[in-house]
């Protein structure tokens, strides 16, 4: 049997983890597996920095808990027990608002309240507005069910104060993302279901909450006691028989040189091509659609058609004495409209009980869809500016940091438009059309770092059954 070759674009944790399960077929002798990074680490936005004592990450920083795959693969590499739950008493976030920081209320389960008495007690909403939200045990599910904008879904059960102050903020934030654009269908399929099932989305959540099938708001989270680098170094690791070309961008892809052949050439930016059976792309959508251009002609202009947001974080680590109050939650929302850049900031220790004996770490994140600016071209003396300023706003903070490291994510995060599932499916039958491509990643359902685990899988099993070798 002739040895195929997979080349995997990519080595994000997506394409890590696509390689990962093809290297058990490579240890085997059946096939050759390649992966190419542009850059010169791999892992993608998952980088963790140690500072000082502290961790700081530059990408994601936790696995939610209602998604198993990512901890069940840390636990498949041996970090099991490094494996670190968030702290409960931490859960939950404070919302800036009028230039203040007001308790978001307990018991959020993906935009909606779950305690009554929590709601009811959140005086800094208006009176009108929690009225407004309660309404929705009343409301008739909604006839249409269609995929609707994520504001105009939650808009119509819990009113626009409650979307715009709270669950836009928690559910679109950390991705960059806009209510008003985002579909409902992508982003909360589960209160979809829920809808269908109970009507009002608060009796449900409540009910379901009770069996334990859904949880609040960074419940139950999970983190590496040394940062996601780690589970990064332990996945390049485990690669034996997988090469991982560094700082070797892909530049294009055309068809094998071979006649007869159904196979690919990879063209690369240096200059030097190879060719291959099968390609796995795990590169963000419009990258792809720039490859497969040459071969893909439709699933490029589809893939094109998918938006990205560029997102920043700044990690940055504080004197204690530097802080004037309580950190005793995840940390706060800026909703927009409230005049700051920053959409959010994370309050690292107390949330994953991280000894940080250096100073306080935090994550201030930036990048919002619509502000149509591209917060990665930002000098690092405006990035110096706005955090000072935006941090003695919010937090009272007056010193500068013991350190700050700026993280740059350009074109990083898609964004799922309304019709994002339909447009998710035609892309998968258009790459179904073009034999021996694959792809994974955020792409597609899911931009968790437990989604992109979940498609890799199905991904390298869909490049497994393509070249025909038998499975372990
Ligand atoms: C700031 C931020 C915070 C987040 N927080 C969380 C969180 O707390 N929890 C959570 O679950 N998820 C979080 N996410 C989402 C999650 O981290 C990502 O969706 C996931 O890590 C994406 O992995 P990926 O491998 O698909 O893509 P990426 O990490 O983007 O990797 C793609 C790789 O492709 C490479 N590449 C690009 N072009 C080429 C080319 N031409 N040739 C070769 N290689 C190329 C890139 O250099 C990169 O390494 C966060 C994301 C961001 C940006």
Known sequence: ???????????????????????????????????????????GVMVT??????????????????????EALCRELG?????????????????????????????????????????????????A?????LLDVVLPRRRDTGDHALGKFLGRRFGRQWMTLVAEPSLCARYGGLADESSSAAVVPQLLEVEHRYRSLILGCRALKRTGAATVEGEGALTLEGG?????????????????????????????????SQGYRLNFAHGASLNCD???????????????????????????????TSL???????????????????????????????????????LWRQPSPGGVPLRLFFGRSQDGEDVTAWSDETFQEVVERELRLTMGIRQPPVYSRIFRWPKAVP?????????????????????????????????????????????????????????D
């Open 228 to 260: 996601l680098g780690q589970l990064v170094d332990a996945v390049d690791s485990a690669l034996k028989q997988t090469l991982v070309h560094l700082a070797m961008p892909v530049a294009e892809i055309g068809k094998a040189d071979e006649q007869g």
């Open 49 to 70: 920095d140690t500072q000082h004592g502290a961790i700081l990450e530059g990408g994601p920083d936790g696995f939610e808990h209602s998604k198993p795959e990512a």
């Open 1 to 43: 049997m002739t040895i195929k070759r997979v080349a995997v674009i990519g080595a994000g944790i997506s394409g890590l983890t696509a390689a990962y399960r093809l290297d058990t077929y490579a240890r085997q002798g059946d096939v050759e597996v390649h992966v190419f990074e542009a850059r010169p680490r791999a892992g």
């Open 278 to 308: 099968a390609i796995l792309l795990a590169v963000p959508a419009h990258v792809a659609a720039d490859l497969l251009r040459p071969v893909a002609l439709e699933a490029s202009s589809m893939l094109a058609a998918i938006e990205y």
């Open 312 to 350: 920043a974080v700044v990690a940055a680590i504080y004197d204690p004495k530097a802080i004037p109050i309580r950190l005793d939650r995840a940390g706060f929302y800026v909703p927009r409209g409230e005049g700051l850049k920053m959409t959010a900031c994370t309050w690292m220790s107390p």
């Open 415 to 471: 964004q799922y438009r309304v019709g994002h599932p339909e447009h998710v499916w035609a892309l998968r039958q258009a790459l179904d059309r073009v034999p021996g491509v694959f792809g994974a990643g955020s792409i597609f359902q899911g931009w968790s770092v437990a989604d992109c685990i979940r498609q890799s899988d199905q991904a390298a099993e869909a490049v497994r059954a393509y070249l025909g070798v038998k499975a």
């Open 129 to 133: 507005a929690r009225l407004r939200v």
């Open 79 to 127: 970090l099991g027990d490094q494996l670190v739950e968030v702290d409960e008493a931490a859960v939950g976030a404070y919302v800036y608002h009028r230039r203040r920081l007001h308790p978001m209320p307990r018991g959020v389960v993906a935009g909606v309240p779950t305690e009554l008495a929590a709601l009811v007690n959140s005086h800094w909403l208006s009176p």
